[in-house]
């Protein structure tokens, strides 16, 4: 992570940096070469120096993005363009980010990266069970934002890739259909968000084995992964939701404690 971008948050330094950059690489036109656009992003913040220097930095780097201070505004244009990803304010004036987030998720699983404070830790706990996928703390370094939304919106694209698989795994009462995207549970189907989806593939996987926190943060979030563990766990605690009886006793998706979580072809009693 370079120390260089540190401190978005609008410093005179970071001005420099932006335009050491600009002069460097010419600007990307919105189109890529071959007249197709890069993946849209849509940037919903209301600090304007912030969105314009995220919304450079990621057009640097071939996506297209649109942006708005407005939470209300941005699930519209949420609906209307169907974005690869959406990077989102939690402290926005009127409609607030953990709202926002809540409408997306009504009828998008858009990969969702919020901007938080660094003192929020019950929003960033609070917008994860919402169904956020990740979040970034400001200040933030913009190599730091770009590598996130590059690997959720590759693993977004990735996992519609599945497809082609024609693949089920089994487990217990449990049928995960990759070819379908599907999980089904004593016979009903589940609905799981993309992560939750891909974490549930890793650990079937690995069925009565452990999955470390280390290889399955990897597997489903990608080598490049900065954020803390806790995304981990809000995952595995959404999956019991879904999947167990008793999700606050799980006997399918059982704790390792300090190492990990593992799979459970036969529930533990
Ligand atoms: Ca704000």
Redesign the pocket.
Known sequence: MSRAFEGVSGSEDDDRMMTGDSRRRPPLSADAPNGRKGPLVVVI???PALSESVAYALEMEGFTVKTTSDGLDGTAIVRRHRPALVLL?L??PGLSGLDVCRQIRRDSDVPIIMLTARDSEADKVAGLELGADDYVTKPFSMRELVARVRSQVRRSSRSGQYADTNEVLRGANITLDLDAHEVIVDGGVVDLRPKEFELLEALMRRSNRLSTRENLIDEVWGSSYFGDTKTLDVHIKRLRHKLEADPSNPVQIVTIRGLGYKFLDEPSS
């Open positions: 913040e209301d600090e304010d402290m926005l």
